[in-house]
């Protein structure tokens, strides 16, 4: 028996018996995204009635948390996340969890000035060399692994073993107890089909795209649908620096589109700090030398970004108003999400050469009444969180065109605004504007068309 294997008998443990070692007024770390310790969760939600104020830090946790399940109170435990999955905004909406706000690229370093208690995260199994794989979720954890007093790792056979990069693994010698979970498949988050919408904003968007520019989406159905465009279309020798690794990069790879031949920063790879998406994503990282998963203060600071030539950044938003602040983790006072990369990317995919930024939003929603609202607003909801400020957003793009809002006065973004705005609300904004001084006097109906998106000369 090699000294890793006596050292792994050494540490492991029940699930139960684990978290044990977590006491009244602890911080407790949780790993991130699909790697969230979920045997680890509902151990430590059955010591509900012993413990008070027990401190649980997420990101992004696949599902509903064990802990702030057993707790509606959150008096035993206080469920706090990093961004939020669909599980996390409901149990935000019962008053359940609560937002922890930063920027995903200063993730890591956070971990210098705040406490950690616990870690608990789900990893690949123990290497040959004593490693274990952190699999598809990179990110904040080794940082955290790093401050943490105890580190707990739970096995999962199913976690793909990640190639590094950095940071993509831990030691045994940095471990302090092991469990085995059932090994049940990682959560898995599908491409979803992209809308008539979707498709229309892609297609403007794909305008943009070159040979040899380097590609980073965000999460929802329309970076899926620049993807399928993408895989269905001509474009060669594309390359990846992106925060999430989705289904639709798989899709771009095997369409031949992507070969980072060009990619100036991580050349030869497609480098991601997480990835989340089907099966079929999970199979592809598995053992993949072409994919390089880094901790994020690496892949999303923003003078490594703007490194790559040609960057291209595509990411959606909630609102956006006619001073072009952009809201993509609140609608109000509902916190929907969270500020993730879309900072990191839309000002680093600017400062690269060639580079460009997009914040992507259908012009209308529908509120809980089933009444048409407009996305493009006056300014923002009270209670809304500006996720990109108005100095650094680039292009904003619609179903209705695209603006480019850099070097913009007052008046310009609001003209360009309204114009890709859903007509049914044009004239509504362009009252809103006048009214909050924003607006020149002239002939409006001459300045306003319905783009692709050029405006004509007042």
Known sequence: MSSYQEAYSKKMRRPEEAVRHIQSGDWVDYGNFACAPLTLDAALAERVGELENVKVRAMTFPGLAAVAKADPTATRFIYNNWHFSGGDRKLHDAGNCFYVPFLFHEGPGYYDIIDSDVFCVAVAPMDSRGYFNFGSSNSI????ARRAKKVI???????PHCYGGFNEGIHIDQ????????????????STNPSEIDTRIAGLIMEDIQDGSCIQLGIGGMPNAVGKMIAESDLKDLGVHTEMLADSFVDMFEAGRITCKYTR??????????????QKLYDFLDQNPFCASYSVDFVNKPS???????????????EVDLFGQVSSESSGYRHI??????????FGAYHAPGGKSFICLSST????????????RPTMAPGSIITVPRT?????????????LKGKSTWERAEALISIAHPDFRDELIQEAQNMGIWRAGDRKNRIQVPGSTLKSA
């Open 365 to 376: 929603t529908k509120d809980k009444n089933g009444h048409l609202i407009s996305r493009i």
């Open 141 to 144: 954890q080794m940082a955290v």
């Open 392 to 404: 650094v957003v680039h292009w904003v793009v619609t179903e209705h065109g695209k603006v480019n």
């Open 175 to 190: 471990v302090d107890m092991i469990v085995e979970s059932d090994h049940r498949p990682l959560f898995q988050l599908p």
């Open 153 to 159: 790792v739970e096995i999962n056979r199913s976690i």
């Open 337 to 346: 999400s969270g500020t993730g990369g879309q900072f990191d990317y839309t």
């Open 265 to 278: 920063y991580c050349p030869g790879k497609m480098a991601y700090t997480f990835a989340l998406g089907s």
């Open 304 to 318: 490594h970004i703007s490194m790559n030539d040609n960057m291209v950044a595509i990411n959606n938003a909630v």
